[in-house]
């Protein structure tokens, strides 16, 4: 544990610690790194068409987010490379790991939120919090490493505690809305469908666990444990991606199951993704290729999608509505 004025354990020198803690290490980098591995894989065998939000969102935050932050943090911790190297890759990661997280929260949300007002303003917050947090992070991360000044390792410990309580409730409103909305949209169900339910509520066990792995390395940042901290971050934001994934293929499923109320013998799935791919709901793999299928849409974004519950005001389908400004 280190003092705000102390630079944090392993950041400038490496790990200097007893041998079970870098085992542990070890563990947890192999973890996220595994986890990226298939996620990738995943991703690309998933998606018909590699374009949109939610799709440049969550590749860009495991090939180019979690994948360099473990890199580089392997780098660094354990001195296999010069240190503005580690630092670097690391750094990089971050960028695409942390607030790209928040992007891949955003992408889903025009599924249960038609405000386009409410959005936009949303997406405003996230991409200018991205960029007011990036410059500083970076400019005291170096300065830490390469300026020998309690100063520089001050305004490090204070901004590091700063960015990660900024992003986790910035992470935590995203995670909140989206249950908020969705279990308004619940109570609009005409249908009272077990299996419909059942999806939803794992929608929210999600999001709910996205909110408690954020305390968890909250409570550790407060508590001086920077190297394990940032070590467990890697694997819990690749738990994290793995878990939107995981979502994306039970809002699919969620899709089906609402369409085949309306059409007992036609089912679709949206352009970018294989239907084959997912294992949970193995009934609608024949009708892929039927000639019965309604008309495919063109879907550049799963933001295209909402979810098919009457609005309270007007009374119109959430099918009906598009992205914002569409």
């Known amino acids: ?115 386009a ?74 249908q009272k469908d077990n299996r419909r339910s059942q999806i939803k509520y794992e929608l929210i066990a999600v999001n709910v666990s996205f909110i408690i792995m954020d305390i968890v390395l909250i409570v550790m940042e407060y508590t001086n444990w920077y190297i394990i901290q940032t070590t467990l971050k890697t694997a819990i934001y690749s738990i994290k991606l793995k878990l939107e994934f995981a979502v994306l293929s039970r809002l699919i499923l969620y899709i089906n199951v609402s369409q085949s109320g309306e059409n007992s013998g036609d089912s679709y799935y949206p352009d970018f993704v294989d239907p084959s791919q997912f294992t949970s709901d193995v009934t609608h793999a024949p009708r892929v290729e039927s000639n019965t299928l309604r008309p495919r849409r063109t879907l550049e974004d799963l933001s295209s999608f909402s979810l098919p519950f009457p609005t309270p005001v007007s009374g119109r389908s959430f099918d009906a509505l598009r992205r914002p400004g569409t």
């Open 1 to 115: 544990m280190t003092l705000l004025s102390s630079p944090p354990d392993g950041l400038k020198e490496g790990y200097r610690g007893g041998t079970g803690t870098k085992v542990a290490m070890t563990v947890i980098f192999s973890i996220a790194l595994y986890n990226s591995l298939e996620l990738i894989i995943l991703i690309l065998l998933t998606f018909r068409r590699y374009r949109g939000l939610y799709f440049w969102s969550i590749f860009l935050s495991t090939v180019l987010g979690v994948v360099p932050q473990a890199v580089g943090l392997i780098l660094n911790f354990y001195n296999v490379a010069v240190k503005w190297v580690g630092i670097t890759i690391s750094t990089v990661g971050w960028y695409f790991m942390v607030p790209g997280q928040s992007f891949v929260l955003y992408s889903r949300l025009h599924l249960v939120l038609q405000d």
């Open 117 to 190: 007002r409410l959005l936009r303003s949303i997406l405003c917050l996230i991409t200018v919090s991205t960029v007011v947090m990036i410059v500083p992070v970076t400019s005291l991360t170096y300065a830490t490493v390469y300026v020998n000044s309690s100063a520089a390792n001050t305004g490090f410990n204070v901004m590091e505690r700063l960015q990660l309580t900024w992003f986790s409730v910035q992470e935590g409103f995203l995670s909140t809305l989206y249950i908020w909305e969705t279990i308004r949209l619940l109570r609009l169900d005409p």
